[in-house]
């Protein structure tokens, strides 16, 4: 089972190169791929953590290689998706500074240097959802074709890149005054 858990995580890693190409070949177009490309990453995240609890495999490393994985499969897409004018630059700009400090408190954490130790943040998590979904959405307006929801799509990604940035300011803050708050959202 660790190992259908791990399975699971490759795939998105596997789907990376392959989601962002699509993305960029079916702009203009009506194309099924990227949210077949898409489905397949999200339900790939979707069983990856409940296979490894399911079997007691769960572990710290796990969730690095999960959150990593993610990352690697949503940042290209949303670098094509903001070169193609679908979001703004913002997000995948906030949400890849976001992920590199999540990973540098992790890192500052870690004992002894040689290991991480991530803490996340409830804002962190919301935005890291919302990068899923926005992605998602986006690949679905690529099978619909041109649509009147591009400019609510754009609007939506630009409050999921806001969120983003306000992950980058709560873990700035969370590292300059060496204590840990988070924000808790209402």
């Avoid at 089972?1 to 009506?30: E, N, S």
């Avoid at 993610?70 to 976001?98: C, E, K, S, W």
């Amino acid at each position: 089972m660790r190992r259908a858990a791990d399975l699971c995580t490759w795939l998105r890693v596997a789907l990376a190169a392959p989601f962002a190409w699509a993305v960029f070949a079916a702009d203009g177009a009506p194309a099924l791929l990227p949210l077949a490309i898409y489905a397949a990453a999200a339900a790939s995240d979707f069983a990856d953590g409940r296979l490894a609890r399911a079997v007691g495999t769960a572990s710290a490393r796990g969730r690095l290689f999960d959150h990593g994985a993610d990352a690697l499969f949503l940042f290209p897409a949303l670098i094509v998706m903001a070169a193609l004018g679908r979001v703004p630059v913002l997000l995948p700009a906030a949400a890849t500074v976001a992920f590199g400090l999540y990973l540098a408190d992790g890192r500052r954490r870690g004992t002894a240097g040689a290991s991480l130790e991530l803490a996340p943040s409830q804002v962190g998590a919301v935005a890291g959802v919302a990068n899923y979904v926005v992605a998602g959405v986006v690949a679905a307006t690529l099978w619909l074709g041109p649509s009147r929801l591009d400019g609510a799509v754009w609007t939506a990604a630009l409050l999921v890149a806001l969120a983003n940035a306000a992950a980058v300011v709560e873990r700035v803050l969370r590292v300059a005054g060496g204590a840990r708050p988070e924000v808790r959202l209402p």
